[in-house]
């Protein structure tokens, strides 16, 4: 079952969050630096999320087995 239909799924929430979270930043003297971290949070999660469930579903080394005969 390999799909790339979560990652565009997860990229789809987490764009929403991003809007959300620009949208609704509380004004005031570091709104910037706030919604920055906010977004830069949210692609840094999302990347590492993204990364991980790809090198599962493509693995560099595949499964090897080692047979001793005696």
Do not use: D, E
Not at 27 to 49: D, E, F, M, N
Request: aromatic content about 8%; overall charge positive.
């Amino acid at each position: 079952m390999a799909s790339i239909l979560p990652i565009f799924l997860v990229f789809a929430v987490v764009a929403g969050l991003m809007a959300l979270a620009t949208l609704f930043t509380p004004k005031g003297p570091h709104q910037i630096v706030i919604r920055t971290s906010l977004l830069i949070g949210l692609v840094a999660c999302y990347l590492l999320w993204m990364v991980t469930y790809l090198a599962q579903l493509h693995p560099l080394i595949g499964a090897t087995s080692h047979i001793c005969s005696s």
